[in-house]
């Protein structure tokens, strides 16, 4: 288990053997290590021999040996969903969508933000769910997609001590008027219905996108955007190249 704000953010990448070493200092779970292109320098042999020997290691496009190294910290994708959720990072829950590239660009986003996973509600024969994650990009390499009911993951989630906030637009908050932070699940519904009314009733709060034109809905992929930018804003998360001081 993580500490501070590492514990807060859930999962992250990280780029660097310093980096990756403090985090390893930290007891960081280490699920994937990316090395550079071409000959390693001293600094990532010896990481990468004495301390991620267990890690998976490929290869990748980023130029500068040491300083190219990237690493994902966060939970096992195969992880069953009451040990991810009992992360203290963002997981989010749809609901209710009728196609699965759709569903697969809500789980793209979802990693893309840092989440500990994604929980998808939705009638998805097999081929489905293939399509789902295609669309994914294979998002679902690097962190937990679960798919099963609802009312299991809300129950799931509150056992291990998440907020729930649903993003709907029956919702009185903005994103930046509410705490983002901490473990949370955020419930986001289908394309025609939405959250169901009585999944509503389980949430502590429920967000609204402000909207000032006149078609009377972001896609589902926008809405989302906005919140995850503002959860990552709040958590102080720096730009790359930039540090967080």
């Known amino acids: 288990m993580l500490g501070g704000m590492h514990e807060e953010a859930g999962r992250r990448r990280l780029r660097g053997v310093r980096a990756i070493e ?26 990468v021999r004495t ?88 998002a679902d390499r690097f962190f937990p997609v679960c798919f099963t009911k609802a009312v299991d993951a809300v129950a799931a989630a509150r056992r291990a001590g998440r907020r729930i906030i649903a993003v709907e637009d029956s919702g009185d908050r903005a994103p930046w008027e509410l705490d983002l932070r901490g473990a949370v699940l955020f419930v986001v519904g289908g394309e025609r219905q939405g959250i169901p009314q ?22 589902l992929q926008a809405a989302m955007a906005v919140v995850m930018g503002e959860r990552l804003r709040q958590l102080g998360e720096p730009l790359p190249g930039r540090s967080a001081g």
């Open 51 to 138: 301390r991620v020997a267990e890690a998976e290691a490929g290869s990748g496009q980023d130029a500068g040996a040491g300083e190219g190294l990237l690493a994902l910290v966060g939970p096992d994708p195969a992880a069953e969903l009451e040990v991810w959720l009992a992360r203290r990072g963002a997981a989010w829950l749809l609901t209710g969508t009728a196609y699965p590239g759709n569903a697969g660009f809500v789980v793209r986003s979802a990693e893309v933000s840092g989440a500990d996973g994604v929980v998808i509600d939705a009638d998805f024969g097999r081929d489905a769910r293939r399509e789902c994650l295609r669309a994914a990009m294979r």
């Open 198 to 219: 009585a999944l509503l009733g389980e949430a502590d709060a429920v967000l609204r996108i402000p909207m000032a034109g006149f078609v009377p809905s972001y896609n």
């Open 22 to 47: 403090a985090a390893l200092a930290d007891g960081a779970e280490l699920r994937l290590l990316l090395c550079p292109e071409g000959p390693l320098d001293e600094s990532v042999t010896g990481l």
